[in-house]
């Protein structure tokens, strides 16, 4: 969920990466992190 943003330290989640998101998704994520950042 991009709405609640938190700050990822990988190592102390023992976080991997799994694979790539596709575009379209990233795309998306971007959309939504950007509304509620630069809110006008």
């Given at each position: 969920?991009?709405?609640?943003?938190?700050?990822?330290?990988?190592?102390?989640?023992?976080?991997?990466?799994?694979?790539?998101a596709?575009?379209?998704?990233?795309?998306?994520?971007?959309?939504?992190?950007?509304?509620?950042?630069?809110?006008?």
């Amino acid at each position: 969920m991009v709405d609640q943003m938190k700050s990822i330290d990988y190592v102390s989640r023992k976080a991997k990466f799994i694979d790539k998101a596709p575009t379209e998704i990233l795309n998306e994520a971007l959309a939504i992190l950007d509304a509620i950042l630069y809110e006008e």
